[in-house]
C-alpha cells in the first residue's frame, strides 16, 4: 500500500513538474515573440511615438509642444511606447501559447469555442484602442484646450504624463470592447443564465457610468464616451449569447484526461 502511494506522488510529482516546464517554455516563446517585433521596431521609436501623440499635437494652439521634465523622458518615453506596441503586434501569438497550454484540459466544445474568443477578443481590443485614438482622443484634448484660452494658460504636457494618460485610456477601452465576450463567456459556460443578465440590464448601465467616471478624465464628454459604448456593446453581447446558450447534451461531455 505504502509502495502505491509513493508510485502514486511520484507521479503526481512528474505531471506537476511536466506541467511546469511546459509553462516554461510557452511564457518564453511568448516574451521572444515580443523582444523579436520590438527589435524590429526600435529603429522607427521616435516616429512611433510621434505618431502616438498626434491626437494631443493636433489639439494644441499654435506653437504648442509637448515637454520633458525628466532628464531620460526623451528616450525612455518613445521606448515605452514602441514595447507597448510590440506587445500589441505580437498579443496573437502570446494568446496562441496560452491556447496552447490550456488547451488539453478542456471540454472539447470549449476547445471549439477558443479560436474565435481568442479572434473576438483581440479584435475588440484593437477596435477599443482605435476608438479611443480616432475619437475619444481628439474629442477631449479639443475639449480641454478650449478652457484653457478664456484663462490665457499656455497647454503643455509632460510626455510621461501623456504616456500614463494614453495607456489608462486604452487599456479603459480595450477593456470596455471585451463586454460582449464577457457575456457570451458568462452565458456559454452555464456561469450566468441568458436570463439573468437581461434581468440586470438597469443595473449594468448604472455600472458602466459608475466606471467611467473613476476611468476617464473629470469631464462628462469623455464619460459618456466610454459609458455609452459600453452599454451598447453590452446589449450586443446579449444578441450574440442567444447563440451560444448551451445545450443539455453539452453538459454530459467528459472532460479529457491526460
Not at 506541467?19 to 522607427?44: N, T
Request: charge should be negative; hydrophobic fraction near 55%; charged fraction near 15%.
Amino acid at each position: 500500500m505504502t509502495e502505491n502511494n509513493a508510485t502514486e506522488d511520484s507521479g503526481l510529482q512528474e505531471s506537476f513538474l511536466s506541467h511546469l516546464f511546459e509553462l516554461r517554455d510557452r511564457v518564453i516563446k511568448a516574451g521572444l515573440a515580443i523582444i523579436v517585433v520590438f527589435a524590429c521596431l526600435v529603429y522607427w521609436a521616435p516616429d512611433i511615438f510621434h505618431l502616438f501623440a498626434q491626437p494631443l499635437l493636433s489639439a494644441l494652439p499654435a506653437g504648442g509642444k509637448m515637454i520633458v521634465t525628466d532628464v531620460t523622458g526623451s528616450f525612455f518615453v518613445p521606448m515605452k511606447v514602441t514595447m507597448v506596441v510590440a506587445f500589441i503586434i505580437a498579443l496573437p501569438v502570446v494568446m496562441y501559447q496560452l491556447w496552447a497550454f490550456i488547451a488539453p484540459g478542456l471540454y472539447l466544445h470549449e476547445r471549439k469555442l477558443i479560436l474565435p474568443l481568442v479572434v473576438s477578443s483581440y479584435t475588440l481590443f484593437i477596435i477599443g484602442m482605435a476608438f479611443a485614438y480616432f475619437l475619444v482622443f481628439p474629442t477631449v484634448f479639443k475639449f480641454m484646450a478650449s478652457y484653457n484660452a478664456p484663462l490665457g494658460a499656455e497647454m503643455s504636457t509632460d510626455i510621461d504624463n501623456y504616456l500614463s494618460f494614453a495607456m489608462t485610456t486604452f487599456l479603459a477601452f480595450g477593456i470596455t470592447f471585451e463586454v460582449p465576450v464577457v457575456v457570451v463567456v458568462l452565458v456559454r459556460m452555464g456561469i450566468v443564465p441568458l436570463s439573468k443578465l437581461r434581468e440586470i440590464r438597469p443595473y449594468v448601465i448604472v455600472g458602466a457610468f459608475v466606471i467611467s467616471a473613476v476611468v476617464t478624465p473629470p469631464d462628462v464628454l469623455s464619460q459618456l464616451l466610454l459609458a455609452v459604448p459600453m452599454t451598447l456593446l453590452y446589449e450586443l453581447g446579449l444578441l450574440v449569447a442567444r447563440m451560444y446558450v448551451p445545450k443539455p447534451s453539452e453538459d454530459e461531455v467528459v472532460r479529457p484526461t491526460d
